[in-house]
């Protein structure tokens, strides 16, 4: 990548995409605009980055070179919208047009994002928390007329952090809510049974390791095998064995259930904040 890319919000994930593309030399440093909301977070950003990498606040010369870049990536709280859009209007020039912005925030449509950014071709990503590991996946609504030369300079910004899936905008609130929600409810489970473990006499920590343990090795067996996660339980369950004792639980419990319902939740939780 040559052109200089604007960050505006540099937190947490933009981090996450930014810094394999500095280690592998995709993007060099002194291309790079971080803008942050406040001036206190300059300091933390710079001691984990190069110093030429430029972070500055909003109210910044800086800022106005990171509207104006070729690529903008817009990783900001969609309750930072409004104001972000403020600043925009105020630091983007006509001849920055045809301009390509990349838009992280959840729940944010296109239509808005080029109603408020006219001059870019507008994207939408929406990535999950492993992407902190490189082992994300992130969801990718290009909508109509996105020019087809620009495609694989998003991809580039994505693939060293995640598998990408292209997507209908129409379902990228069901993707929100399995895949980048889906980390908290695995979370959940993971803790879950380590409490079981430890109430079954296993000390705390030991417990931890094997729900970990347990969790990936089981998301390695159905990857790698193909198998559909039906066959993996019948695989597991042995007649009148523990297994389907634990199972029958389960299903009492209404795991399955609650499960189906978080999902529906969280997407249609995100179709109401967009
Ligand atoms: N984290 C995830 O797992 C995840 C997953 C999928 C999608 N996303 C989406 O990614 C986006 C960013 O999330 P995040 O977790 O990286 O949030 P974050 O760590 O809070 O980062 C937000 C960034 O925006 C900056 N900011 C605030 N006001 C600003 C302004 N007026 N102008 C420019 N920058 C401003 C903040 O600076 P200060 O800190 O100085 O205020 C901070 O650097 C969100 O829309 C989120 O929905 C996140």
Redesign the pocket.
């Known amino acids: 990548m040559t052109c200089s890319v604007g960050v505006?919000?540099?937190?947490?994930?933009?981090q996450a995409i930014i810094s394999p593309l500095l280690k592998s030399g995709k993007l060099k440093s002194d291309q790079i605009i971080g803008?942050?909301?406040?001036r206190?977070?300059i300091a933390s950003i710079s001691e984990r980055f190069p110093s030429e990498l430029c972070i500055c606040t909003?109210d910044s010369s800086e800022a106005i070179k990171a509207w104006n870049a070729p690529v903008k990536i817009l990783?900001?709280?969609?309750q930072?919208l409004d104001?972000?859009s403020k600043?925009a209007n105020q630091c983007i020039k006509p001849e920055s047009s045809n301009s390509l912005l990349i838009s992280?925030?959840?729940g944010v449509k296109l239509q808005r994002l080029k109603a408020i950014f006219s001059e870019s071709f507008c994207v939408r990503v929406?990535?999950?928390?492993p992407v902190f590991v490189g082992s994300g996946l992130t969801g990718i609504s290009w909508g109509d007329s996105f020019p087809i030369d620009k495609v694989s300079l998003v991809k580039d910004i994505f693939e060293p952090i995640s598998e990408l899936i292209d997507l209908p905008e129409a379902q990228l609130d069901a993707f929100l809510a399995l895949t980048?929600s889906g980390p908290a409810y695995v979370a959940l489970i993971v803790e879950g049974l380590a409490d079981g473990a430890v109430a079954a006499g296993l000390p705390r920590e030991l417990a931890l390791e094997l729900a970990h343990k347990t969790l990936s090795g089981t998301a390695s067996l159905l990857n790698k095998k193909k198998l559909h996660p039906a066959q993996l339980k019948d695989m597991v369950a042995s007649p009148a064995g523990t297994t389907i004792s634990a199972l029958r639980h389960l299903e009492k419990s209404g795991l399955r259930s609650a499960l189906i319902e978080a999902v529906v939740l969280a997407a249609e939780r995100s179709k109401e904040l967009s």
Not at 35 to 38: N, Q
Not at 75 to 78: L, M, R, T
């Open positions: 505006i919000g540099f937190g947490r994930m933009a803008v942050v909301g406040r206190e977070s909003p990783s900001i709280k969609p930072q104001l972000v600043e992280l925030i959840a929406v990535p999950n928390a980048s």
